[in-house]
């Protein structure tokens, strides 16, 4: 599994904060996430360059944000031996993995922890509006990662990416996808 990364809006340090371990963050000041971001996640990738092979580099997905399709963060990439493609706007919810299989559990089981936490601010202030910490935020995003269940080679034969050429894996193809793309 990637590292998981946080993007916090706003200008700030992580020096008061308390990341779980094995977790990244950042501050984007207007939100969005800009060049030095996307870099800073390049980063946080393994170095394929020393551990694999040349015949070993991995794929890494994108969407066609601008952010992504620059020629520095495809150089980035690159160097670390992973070939940048980018998935075209208005699809990546059908064919994404992340969007497809790992967004909205991630969401759902953060949501459902975030909802106990406020549940159980109220109780101990009930005349105090109830608040998460950035470190209570972290934590809670923390456990949501590490709870999911996912298995990317079945997802990404799900969303039609790497099934089999002769049709023997068209079973496990999305309905709506197959629907879409016909038989």
């Known amino acids: 599994m990637p590292t998981p990364e946080i993007v916090f809006k706003g200008k700030g340090t992580c020096t008061y904060l308390a990341p779980p371990e094995g977790m990244y963050v950042q ?3 207007k939100g969005s996430y800009r060049p030095e971001a996307m870099l800073g996640t390049i980063t946080l990738l393994k170095n394929r360059a020393n551990i694999f092979t040349y015949k070993d ?3 890494y997905v994108l969407d066609d944000y601008s952010v992504h399709i ?3 963060v495809r150089k980035a990439l690159l160097a670390r031996e992973y070939i940048l ?3 075209g706007g208005g699809i990546t919810g059908d064919i994404q993995v992340n969007d497809t299989h790992v967004h909205h559990l991630l969401k759902k089981q953060y949501r459902d922890r975030e909802a106990q936490l406020m549940l ?5 202030t009930p005349n105090k509006v109830p608040s998460p910490q950035h470190d209570d ?3 809670m995003l923390a456990e949501s990662w590490t ?3 996912i298995d990317p080679k079945l997802e990404l034969k799900n969303n039609f990416i790497t099934t089999a050429f002769d049709g023997s894996e068209d079973y496990i193809v999305s309905d709506k996808l197959y629907n879409i793309v016909g038989q």
């Open 27 to 29: 501050w984007a000041e």
């Open 70 to 72: 620059t020629e520095e």
């Open 85 to 87: 493609v980018c998935i």
């Open 137 to 139: 935020m972290m934590r």
């Open 120 to 124: 159980d601010q109220l109780a101990e």
């Open 147 to 149: 709870s999911l269940k």
């Open 57 to 59: 580099y991995a794929i």
